[in-house]
């Protein structure tokens, strides 16, 4: 879901204004002085006054890893004033730094201290996070309200599965060069065809003239290895055409997250733009 995730960092982007960031020098020194605000100071409000600046600061500079490091260090749990709005925020960049176990259980927090009913943007956020480990709690999503239909591309997403390998296999052990050429490589199995046809005839030949020795070494040294060879390539060309299907699949997706996104302005609670 790699993809996915490009496309919400891209909406968010956008929204929080990162394309006018601060140079990285400037970053880095207000990155380092908060820091040792954070190092010499000694109240724990004040601590998280300046890590959660530090959240923003990252942010706001596309730089995840440091928005995720602060928030791990942030510990929200442990703030008395931690309110839906802090798990809403943490769910999003934990989610954008592939730590979704992470991201499922900040929002299971923001849906137990938010107090009104989860509108369509959380739910929303609450089907992109939980797509890869609960289907079945999306597709309820999806049906208990129209607007998030889209969206059914998250489970179609994650239920892929490469589709008729064997039959690929199979007409290639069979016919050498012909599962490439059914994937569209035709030139490959045309050359797949005519090399191992040929170490065919010529061990034939080799057997036709008495030499079944060198006939043997040279069908096992040879025409064994180009047959597999052959094998080999039909599974590396599968996976590839496999590989772009889905990925297809994921654009599509993106462009329906995207549309989503802006319709119902997800974004971050208490980063301030």
């Known amino acids: 879901?790699?993809?996915?995730?490009?496309?919400?960092?891209?909406v968010l982007a956008n929204a929080l204004c990162i394309n006018n960031a601060i140079g990285q020098l400037n970053y880095d020194t207000l990155m380092l002085s908060l820091?040792?605000?954070?190092?010499?100071?000694?109240?724990?409000?004040?601590?998280?006054?300046?890590?959660?600046?530090?959240l923003e600061l990252s942010i706001k500079n596309n730089d995840l890893p440091k928005a995720f490091e602060s928030l791990v260090r942030l510990n929200i749990d442990s703030l008395s004033a931690a309110s839906y709005k802090y798990?809403?925020?943490?769910?999003?960049i934990c989610y954008l730094n592939n730590d979704e176990?992470?991201?499922?259980?900040?929002?299971?927090?923001?849906?137990?201290?938010?107090?009104?009913?989860?509108?369509?943007n959380a739910q929303i956020l609450e089907a992109?996070?939980?797509?890869?480990?609960?289907?079945?709690?999306?597709?309820?999503?999806?049906?208990?309200?129209?607007?998030?239909?889209?969206?059914?591309?998250?489970?179609?997403?994650?239920?892929?599965?490469?589709?008729?390998?064997?039959?690929?296999?199979i007409t290639s052990a069979l016919v050498p060069g012909l599962g490439n050429i059914l994937l569209g490589e035709v030139k490959s199995g045309l050359v797949?065809?005519?090399?191992?046809?040929?170490?065919?005839?010529?061990?034939?030949?080799?057997?036709?003239?008495?030499?079944?020795?060198?006939a043997s070494l040279w069908g096992i040294a040879w025409g064994l290895r180009f047959y597999g060879g052959n094998i080999a390539l039909t599974d590396k060309n599968f996976d590839k055409k496999e590989v772009d299907k889905k990925n297809e699949l994921a654009k599509s997706c993106e462009l329906e997250v995207l549309k989503l996104f802006k319709k119902f302005s997800v974004n971050f609670l208490t980063i301030t733009y």
Not at 1 to 10: C, E, G, N, P, V
């Open 87 to 92: 798990y809403w925020d943490a769910a999003i």
């Open 128 to 169: 992109i996070v939980y797509s890869n480990d609960d289907t079945a709690r999306v597709r309820d999503l999806i049906l208990n309200n129209d607007s998030l239909k889209p969206l059914h591309c998250l489970i179609d997403l994650a239920a892929y599965e490469k589709s008729h390998y064997a039959a690929y296999f």
């Open 35 to 54: 820091e040792m605000k954070v190092f010499e100071n000694k109240n724990s409000i004040s601590k998280h006054d300046f890590l959660w600046q530090k």
């Open 101 to 120: 176990n992470l991201a499922r259980n900040y929002f299971s927090k923001f849906k137990v201290l938010n107090p009104n009913k989860l509108e369509t």
């Open 1 to 10: 879901m790699k993809l996915i995730r490009l496309i919400i960092l891209a």
């Open 192 to 214: 797949s065809l005519a090399i191992t046809s040929g170490m065919i005839l010529l061990t034939r030949e080799l057997f036709k003239n008495n030499l079944p020795i060198n």
